[in-house]
């Protein structure tokens, strides 16, 4: 139990309301669509642009939300929509990497989860063979990406995002009673451990094996700065990675990682809230990224409630105060734009900086549903 503060229990409420103002608009122009960003406050849509792309089960995720929160239908038929659209992906089985967990899990297995449809736990099936297919057996990790993504050679290539997928494996064990899934989940993500997480807490955004024989061969800065720097927004997938492969096993070790990933991010978030793309970026030009903050305050609102009572405070003063400054700083509320966040960032080399990202509208408002405390946990 959190037991918030009154004011705070005041100020989840509130925050809820405007949740619910924005998306019932916004769900009304975006409702057959499958949104990355927005150009100019309008949406745009991956159905037309590239139904692959790995965020395309988060607009999904976050009707299921909204529909879990209302009971309005319209939410259960936007979901269902882009459910029925990534089938595509499905078929076409080349354009998918390890991010399948990213698109059925909040899509998905959230309608077998409140719905109990079959055909949903069929996808969400088949997208767990898919990605327990990935795994490389001699390094025990899970491959990030296909050859198709880049002129490198990815065949033993990591990346810490991955922690996010897992989830996926171990509700496929859950449901068929088969531990083949979970087994996978956590030969990664103890691989993970010792391969990502740096001594200080701070982590690696990719890892590269060798393929056949297992050892690490060297890391990339990927879309932080540089090799060595410090990614914020992989320090939030471990961070509230490991803390769901807590969740689900119960293996302490994954709680420990958690819990030392969250104090390393802690103590570097700036005195204004405002989450960088990278603790170890230049002064200039220095770029922010909501969507850190936002799925930063979730694993730590899921730490708060794991460990004791005079222990949880340092972890959810830290996600409220990531959450309120978002709220007062980063958040459009007005219905007439489709963006939740501002200044999301996709990457530090990237042109995609300062934008809207639809995973940060969605893990907006998973932090605050956890916080009101009947949410519906989608990972
Ligand atoms: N999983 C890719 C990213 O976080 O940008």
Redesign the pocket.
Known sequence: MLNLQTDDQIWVENVISKITAKMGAVSERSNSKIPYTTSNGEHDNQIEKDINW?TNGFWGGMMWLMYHETGTQKYKEIANFTEDALDACLHQFYGLHH?VGFMWLPTSVANYKVTGNLESRKRAMHAANLLAGRLNLVGGFIRAWNDDTTSEDTRGWAIV?CMMNLPLLYWASEETKDPRYAQIAMKHADTALDAFIRPDGSVNHIVEFDPFKGSVVRTYGG?GFEEGSSWT?GQT?ALYGFMISYKHTGKQEYLQAAKRVAHYFMANIPDNGIIPIDFRQPNEPAYEDSTAAAIAACGLIEIAKAVGEYEKEVYLKAALKLLKTLDVSRCDWTTDSDHLLINGS??YHHHDNHISIIYGDYYFMEAVFKLKGNELFLW
């Open positions: 790995w991010d995002d879309q927004r997938w996709a990457a």
